[in-house]
């Protein structure tokens, strides 16, 4: 390997995750004929996007140094809220209402996590894993079953695409993943960015450069319960209803998402447009073994040693650039 | 610029029942450079951190234009116009040189970061030291892929950065080569006609002298007296630093036996650093390493010890050598007490008894006889007099030398055959030292070959009667008797031969 | 609050707090929920403990040797465990040993195959052990392809789960010899020392001789093969298998860790600690199913308690001086 191309690499790790990407369409592609179909595009990227939405908030935490194990309990929670805020006769109103509520349960989360972290100084890990109790507690104290039914305007309104014209139309999860990426490149070019790598590179230099790095940690896991949230309501809209465990797999996914990514799991490096592409692998993966008829007790291996695999690229690439040295 | 007048006084920083500052005073206004002077410990660091927020003091009060100010934060500090440049590197990793430059002062319109204007603006700031650094440092490099010199350059700009009506330079000089501090001393002239304060810390007398118009000097934690510098001398402010203690003053060593058997030998070593060094090393001989720090001495001890990969041939006690752990180094009887205490030599948290015997545990069988290796421990540091409450304390509760001691301690229950020291006094008093010397002598005297490398140039003199001076990855002179004076040392240390 | 919490901290050792505030829970139980406290119930929530602390001992190895050390692959591991013995013997007793020793090395060499990407890839132990927690589960579908034959041998039950000893139940008997252990290889190997060493600073370890990369392998094996034994002695008490037997008791073990005042950044800790922590744990689990808690609460109770444990002993130093 040439030396540019190893430091482009270095430069920009979601490139891998690209052609990792790349790799995961071609053999889906290959497996099943109608991919790119409105039809099954429309769907899959609607059962990946509450997916890409907890990852993309995670990223935001891995990036300053943190983890936050609680996403998939704030993301119970917040659906538990939706699901029986909005009942089925709800109006514009109603649905607003809601939202705001499960948002500001979300922040209050967050701000939980930001707390144990910052003012209290604990571990992020065993901070945020504690919390996720007290949320999966609060999930199941309002939504004890699965239940509730959302009005049908509201949720035909997410799951159909949107006509632009008569013969093409967009999936509401697509236009969700360019507001992702807008919202990440808008982010990328203010102070905020830069505030937000130097904490997680090195914390003590940037304090003494003046950066806030409490508040920087903190807002990070603002922003994840927040992305939790709208993760929650992707999901809310798309299944018509709640409950209360629906976050239970959502948490570690994402992590592995974000490191599929490019984002180091150390801090201070990192990208949500590759945790976006990690949680479009992740789904990807699930299709491919899904469509490769393969034995269904065989599923979960392949599933993990693929993604083993994936996760173990930038290490196996670190022992070759030591080696070749 | 704004004229600025700065004043500390009586400032006191404590940490549980430790005294880093018991009273720091230091006065200095524009168009000045103060010189802050003090042995390693005497509180230099802590006033300076004061004074820049870094540290908040827990008493005394710092007065800005003759108001009484706190500082709650860096920032706050540098809004009144001070800035620093930090012996550590205050430095983020993973951003750009114009990122880590512009921190949390970007140039911005309606909220997003002008990143052509920040390009331009480092170039700009680069463009003080043109000529003076490889082509590595351009504004969009990673700090991490930069030397430690860049590194240094660019840690001086980023105060810069700020337009700063008081720069502190801590130690910013030591990692630069010569004409990068030739240039840095040309801006601090600049600086000064245009109205800007300066406080100088640094631990080369020579600098202070060439730079500085005033000088406060430290001691243990007190600010003992401040001296124009035009009107003093290097000896006056030494007897100020170290009060009374006399410099090293020693009788020249006999010369080395030439009968003894050669316990080290070297030839053609390289690595990332080092660009071919060979020597030689006998049986009770103790050959110092000089030059300016950062010259390759440390890569030489480390890949002696096999800690860092290397090329070249290493033949110890008579046979061809490659080491690719310090497992296997040790096990030949050699010895590493490491630069930095804290981060290689310590294990900060544990035991005095369990730092001993790190690298001789495997010695006490399993399970491991618990009394017989206390015992060891215990001889060993009434041995080297360490002052301790007990052998269970922990490391951290030591003072400097007596850490140091613990470090020194672990290799010589293991006996070595060579000993590989590397800059083992930094930062210790002046008692703890001579009795490291005195330990040096019995080693020596009992036929251990010891490689020492110091980067005080006064204990080269003092105890070596064989000097190797390093310079950019190179041995550039090899000073022994009458051609082993300071002026030799000092000139071989900027690379010219002697 | 904070200066006094800390004098408490150095004069008594973070294991007997464990212990003194599982204690105090369990008489003070009695008085929420009349007949709590009573021998019976101890035994119980003993016999209960020595599961979970069982299973917590590889990951207090685990997270003494720092580099951010944690092992999420523990409770698949636990269920593999189970799994295998319980299809292996077939509910034979002849076939206990073997089954032990055959479940012992599969545990170990998933381990070594994470200490192997954490030491020589470079993969953060989070990471490489989520994954490995993953395979594991896979393996787990592969090889019993949903059906869950086979038994347990009774002499497991006999042995491990009821009163052997008195009204002392065999599993107690094995958790305290597992410390007794735990504490020689800790404190009288070298092997323990070099541990300790590395969980505070490798740079210095090494530079005085230690085998850094063999010893995180080591250690991730032996968490391995500890949280295999947690399984195959948590089958003794369950007498069944399913396919998420272990799961519910991954961050219960991190926890009981942690709540024993083992520090999560490395390098000091005990599993004295452990232990004590896997009763405090269990306590208020049992407490809050005496009182009838409902789940929500429960999760609610449990959650709040392990923050207000963490903030006595996981705090971390503060950037500013």
């Known amino acids: 390997m040439n030396n540019r191309a190893v430091q482009l690499l270095n430069r920009n790790p979601y490139l891998l995750s690209l052609l990792l990407l790349i790799i995961m369409v071609v053999i889906n592609r290959a497996l099943q004929d109608n991919l790119f179909e409105i039809g099954p595009l429309n769907g899959n990227l609607r059962v990946f996007t509450p997916a890409i939405l907890v990852a ?52 209050l989360a967050g701000a939980l996590n930001g707390f144990g972290v910052t003012v209290l100084r604990l571990q992020p890990i065993v901070t945020t894993y504690a919390t996720s109790f007290i949320f999966a507690g609060v999930a199941l104290r309002i939504l004890p079953e699965p239940g509730g039914r959302l009005p049908r305007e509201l949720t035909s309104f997410w799951r159909n695409p949107l006509a632009v014209s008569p013969d093409f139309a967009l999936p509401m999860s697509l236009i969700v993943i360019g507001l992702l990426i807008l919202f990440w490149v808008v982010l990328t070019n203010i102070r905020y960015r830069q505030n937000l790598f130097a904490t997680g590179s090195n914390a003590e230099a940037a304090y003494s450069t003046g950066i806030r ?67 479009l692998i992740l789904g990807l993966i699930g299709n491919i073994i899904s469509f490769a008829n393969l034995d269904s007790w065989v599923r979960p291996l392949v599933d993990a040693l693929i993604i083993i695999a994936a996760l173990a690229i930038p290490g196996i690439f670190g022992v070759m650039r030591r080696l070749t040295r | 610029m704004k004229a600025i007048s700065v004043q500390v006084e009586k400032a006191v920083k404590t940490y549980g029942g430790v005294v880093a500052l018991a009273e720091g005073n230091l006065t200095v206004q524009s168009g000045e450079v103060m010189a802050l002077l003090g042995a390693n410990g005497s509180g230099k660091s802590t006033l300076s951190k004061i004074l820049t927020g870094v540290i908040a003091p827990n008493g005394g009060q710092v007065l800005i234009d003759g108001k009484a100010t706190s500082f709650g934060s860096p920032q706050e500090a540098r809004k009144a116009g001070i800035s620093a ?134 001691r243990n934690g007190r600010t003992v007296g401040e001296r124009v510098i035009a009107e003093s001398n290097e000896r006056e402010l030494v007897d100020l630093m170290i009060e009374g203690a006399t410099i090293l003053q020693r009788e020249r060593l006999p010369v080395v036996d030439e009968q003894k058997p050669v316990r080290l030998a070297v030839e053609n070593l390289r690595t990332n650093v080092l660009r071919g060094v060979s020597l030689q090393l006998r049986d009770g001989e103790l050959l110092g390493l000089g030059g300016l720090q950062g010259q390759g001495q440390s890569d030489l001890l480390m890949a002696l010890f096999g800690a860092i990969r290397c090329e070249g041939q290493i033949v110890l006690s008579g046979q061809a050598r490659t080491f690719h752990h310090p497992r296997a180094a040790m096990k030949a009887d050699v010895a590493l007490v490491p630069g930095d205490r804290g981060s290689e030599g310590l294990l900060l948290i544990r035991s005095i008894l369990e730092n001993l015997m790190l690298a001789s545990w495997s010695r006490y069988r399993t399970p491991i006889a618990f009394s017989k290796a206390r015992a060891d421990g215990g001889q060993i540091a009434q041995e080297l007099k360490m002052v301790m409450s007990s052998l269970d304390a922990p490391v951290n509760s030591l003072s400097g030398g007596n850490a140091q001691k613990v470090v020194i301690g672990k290799w010589l229950l293991r006996s070595p055959k060579l000993l590989l020291l590397n800059d083992p006094t930094k930062g210790i008093d002046v008692g703890a030292k001579a009795e490291f010397y005195n330990l040096l002598d019995r080693l020596r005297d009992a036929g251990t070959a010891i490689l020492f490398y110091s980067s005080d140039d006064d204990e080269l003199l003092g105890l070596c009667n064989r000097v190797l001076v390093l310079h950019d990855g190179e041995i550039s002179a090899e000073l022994r008797e009458d051609k082993l004076t300071r002026e030799n040392l000092v000139a071989a240390s900027m690379g010219a031969s002697a | 609050m904070n200066t006094s919490l800390n004098r408490i901290r150095s004069l008594i050792p973070p294991p007997l707090i464990a212990l003194m505030l599982a204690v105090f829970l369990f008489v003070f139980g009695g008085v929420l929920a009349p007949g709590f406290t009573n021998p019976d119930q101890a035994v119980n929530i003993a016999r209960l403990a020595a599961f979970l602390g069982i299973i917590a001992a590889g990951q207090t190895l685990v997270i003494i040797s720092g580099g951010e050390g944690i092992d999420l692959s523990s409770g698949a ?127 210095a370890a090494r530079l005085s001789g230690v085998r850094v990369n063999l010893i995180v392998v080591l250690t991730y094996m032996l968490s391995g093969a500890l949280a295999a034994l947690g399984g195959f002695v948590l089958l003794g008490f369950t007498q069944t298998v399913f396919l998420n037997l272990g799961q519910p008791y991954l961050f219960p073990s991190i926890a009981a860790v942690v709540v024993g005042g083992t520090v999560l950044a490395g390098g000091k800790g005990s599993y004295w600690g452990t232990m004590a922590g896997a009763l405090v744990l269990q306590v208020i689990n049992s407490l809050l199913l005496a009182l009838r808690v409902e789940e929500a609460f429960q999760l609610i109770i449990l959650g709040t308690i392990l923050l207000v444990l963490l903030t006595m002993y996981g705090r971390q130093r503060s950037v500013r001086q």
């Open chain 1, 213 to 279: 790095v409490n508040w920087v940690k903190f807002s990070t896991y603002l922003f994840s319960a927040f992305f939790a949230t709208l993760a929650a309501l992707a999901l809310t809209l798309g299944t018509g209803t709640g409950n209360p465990r629906a976050g239970d797999q959502m948490t570690l996914p994402s992590v592995v998402a974000v490191v599929l990514g490019g984002t180091r799991l150390a801090g201070g490096q990192g990208n949500a447009v590759g945790s976006i592409i990690g949680a």
């Open chain 3, 77 to 203: 591991l636990v269920t593999l465990g189970a799994i295998l013995t319980y299809r292996l013997t077939g509910g034979d007793d002849a076939m206990i040993l073997p089954a032990l020793l055959l479940v012992l090395s599969v545990g170990a060499l998933i381990g070594a195959l994470n200490g192997i990407g954490i030491a020589f890839l470079g993969m953060p132990p989070l990471v490489i052990t989520l994954g490995m927690a993953g395979v594991v589960t896979g393996v787990i579908y592969f090889y019993t392809q949903g059906q869950l034959i086979g038994r347990t041998p009774p002499a497991m039950g006999r042995w491990l789960s009821q009163a052997l000893i008195g009204p002392i139940p065999g599993v107690i008997i094995v958790w305290v010899l597992l410390g007794l252990g735990m504490w020689v290889l800790l404190e009288r190997t070298a092997f323990g020392k070099q541990l300790f060493a590395i969980g505070i600073n490798r740079t």
């Open chain 2, 85 to 218: 440049v930090y012996q550590e590197l205050s430095l983020i990793p993973d951003l750009t040189v114009a990122e880590n430059i512009w921190l949390s002062h970007e140039p911005i319109r309606g909220g997003f970061i002008k990143w052509q204007e920040m390009r331009a603006n480092t170039q700009q700031l680069l463009d003080l030291f043109k000529g003076l650094y490889g082509t590595n440092l351009q504004p969009d490099a990673l700090i991490s892929t930069l030397t430690p010199d860049e590194r240094q350059l660019v840690e001086i700009l980023k105060a810069l950065s700020f337009d700063p009506r008081l720069i502190i330079l801590d130690e910013a000089t030591a990692s630069l080569d010569s004409r990068q501090v030739n240039r840095l001393f040309e801006l601090v002239q600049t600086w000064k006609s245009h109205g800007m304060a300066i406080v100088f810390v640094s631990h080369r007398m020579e600098e202070i002298f060439r730079i500085a118009d005033k000088a406060t000097v430290l």
């Open chain 1, 56 to 107: 993309v908030g995670q990223t935001f935490v891995v990036i300053a140094g943190g983890v936050d194990l609680s996403v998939g309990a704030i993301l119970s929670m917040t659906n538990a809220i939706l699901a029986t805020q909005i009942p089925q006769d709800a109006t514009g109103d109603v649905f607003v209402r809601a939202l705001a509520l499960a948002i500001g349960a979300g922040l």
